[in-house]
C-alpha cells in the first residue's frame, strides 16, 4: 500500500488548508484497513496524532487541533483529507498519513510540509 500526502504549503495564520492522502496499491490490502490516521512532527518534537477515521467512518482528533480539523475518507476515490482552519504558527510541522491494517501492518507516506507564519 502506498500513500502519497499533498497539499502542505505556506499560509498565514489564520489560514486554511486542505490536506490530501490518496491511498493505492493492493486492493486486498487496501479493504483490510481499519484506521487512516494524520500525525504530524514539528523540528525537534514527537511525532503526534492530528486526527483518525476508522473503516466505518468514526473519527478521533487529537487534542492539538481538536476543533480546527476535520479529517473526511472518500471511498470511491481511496483518498483521505485533513481540514485545517484557523491555523496557528504552532501548526507548522511535516504531516503524515498512515494506515493500519486489522492485523496491526503500518503504511506511511512520506508527509507534507505545513508552514504557518505569524
Known amino acids: 500500500v502506498q500513500l502519497q500526502a499533498s497539499g502542505g504549503g505556506l499560509v498565514q495564520a489564520g489560514g486554511s488548508l486542505r490536506l490530501s492522502c490518496a491511498v493505492s496499491?493492493?486492493?486486498?490490502?487496501?479493504?483490510?484497513?481499519?484506521?487512516y490516521r494524520w500525525y504530524r512532527q514539528a523540528p525537534g518534537e514527537q511525532r503526534e496524532l492530528v486526527a483518525g477515521?476508522?473503516?466505518?467512518?468514526?473519527?478521533n482528533y487529537g487534542d492539538s487541533m481538536k476543533g480546527r480539523s476535520t479529517i473526511s475518507r472518500d471511498r470511491p476515490k481511496n483518498t483521505v483529507y485533513l481540514q485545517m482552519n484557523s491555523l496557528k504558527p504552532e501548526d507548522t510541522a511535516v504531516y503524515y498519513c498512515?494506515?493500519?491494517?486489522?492485523?496491526?501492518?503500518?503504511?506511511w507516506g512520506q508527509g507534507t510540509l505545513v508552514t504557518v507564519s505569524s
Open positions: 498512515n494506515a493500519r491494517t486489522a492485523w496491526q501492518a503500518e503504511y
Open positions: 496499491g493492493s486492493i486486498d490490502i487496501i479493504n483490510r484497513v481499519i484506521w
Open positions: 477515521i476508522t473503516r466505518a467512518g468514526s473519527t
